[in-house]
């Protein structure tokens, strides 16, 4: 009996962990291909003075090692006058920060932009102090998403 209520348990947990990383993300349709998608996003972070660290081309990976993957895109960004704080509240954001904002076609070949939430980041750690840093966070994500993913 104790068995089959662990694992009725295990499944509860396992069925439950994908809709609560639900609200996780955000995830923006783009007007344009990836490769424009996160041309523009990199455009706009570069002229709010944001570092781009790293632009990764998961299907151009890919396809040298001859696996066909639709368009992907990954932008790793930060800006330490945003990142810093969150990082004295609790060093481990380190694991999330830089920012990371992927791009990708789908199956139907609609463009997604998408992002964590600044929000959830702290929540992970457990920062609770930095609340004006979250929204301002937020905020810019959002306005960077806009320009990057609009006609």
Do not use: C
């Not at 081309?57 to 396809?63: P, V």
């Amino acid at each position: 009996m104790k068995l089959s209520a662990s694992i009725v348990l295990l499944l509860a947990l396992v069925l439950q962990t994908p809709l609560a990383g639900a609200g996780s993300f955000v995830v923006t349709r783009s007007a344009h291909d990836v490769n424009e998608t996160i041309n523009r996003l990199e455009a706009s972070l570069r002229a709010k003075g944001v570092t781009v660290f790293a632009r990764i081309d998961h299907a151009g990976n890919a396809q040298r090692v001859g696996v066909a993957l639709r368009p992907v895109q990954l932008l790793i960004f930060g800006n330490p006058k945003l990142g810093s704080p969150l990082l004295e509240s609790n060093p481990m954001v380190g694991l999330d920060l830089p920012m990371k904002a992927l791009a990708w076609e789908d199956a139907d070949g609609e463009v997604w932009l998408g992002y964590t939430a600044a929000a959830t980041i702290a929540g992970r750690y457990r920062i609770e102090d930095r609340a004006a840093v979250i929204g301002k966070m937020t905020g810019a994500l959002k306005n960077f998403t806009a320009a990057a993913t609009r006609p």
